[in-house]
């Protein structure tokens, strides 16, 4: 008759690692930018609960490759996370792009890098592997430089005068120890367990 008695409110229910997902970005010292097609009430709605630092709403698909390109203008590293059709040109604008496994062929074909579920805390994984596989590179260079600095030398002869002299066939030992040694240090990085669930504990835990 005219009066109001009662109201539906209906909206897309927040995944509950996604909390997580946003607060372990953080605590890498990254900018959580959300780029959506949403209309801005829902997409400041959805922000403010997950914490997210930069809200770009109502972009329409084909701009959302820009809003990246925005983002690289401000000097920032981009990497997108992405499902859909619509996600592609974004996805290879981004400096990394990471599609979702159950998304669409075009944003996995679009993308660098593919997690195998649709865990958002599976980009904490991807980030800390690429970090220790960073570091072990790192490690490795630093080892083969300085058995190369060490070996080199004797191998040439310049203890000879004192009377050293590395034989060759210890030389080739020993190359072969270096490179037995660089692929066991590689080999530990089979020890990080990269479930989503894991790596975001083990961020938010060690920040």
């Known amino acids: 008759d005219g009066i109001v008695i009662g109201g539906l409110k209906l909206a897309d229910e927040i995944r509950p690692e996604s909390y997580d997902a946003v607060k372990a970005l953080h605590r890498l010292g ?21 914490g997210i630092d930069r809200i770009f709403a109502g972009v329409r698909p084909e701009d959302k490759a820009a809003k990246v390109s925005q983002l690289q203008d401000e000097g920032k ?45 599976s980009v904490i994984s991807v980030i800390e592997l690429s970090r220790a596989a960073y570091g072990k590179m790192k490690q490795n260079l630093w080892w083969a430089a300085g058995y190369n600095l060490l070996a080199v030398p ?3 002869g310049v203890l000879a005068p004192i009377g050293f002299v590395l034989p060759m066939s210890v030389g080739a ?34 920040a």
């Open 77 to 121: 590293r981009v990497a997108m996370v992405g499902d859909g059709v619509n996600d592609a040109p974004a996805l290879a604008q981004a400096d990394v792009g990471i599609a979702i496994g159950a998304g669409t062929d075009v944003a996995i074909a679009s993308a660098g890098v593919i997690l195998a579920s649709s865990d958002p805390r």
């Open 30 to 50: 990254a900018e959580v930018v959300m780029i959506t097609g949403d209309a801005e009430a829902v997409a400041n709605a959805v922000g403010r609960q997950l």
């Open 154 to 156: 004797l191998a040439a």
């Open 173 to 206: 030992v020993l190359m072969s120890l270096s490179t037995i040694v660089v692929a066991l240090n590689a080999q530990l990085l089979r020890r990080i367990d990269l479930a989503p669930e894991a790596s975001t504990q083990a961020v938010l835990q060690n």
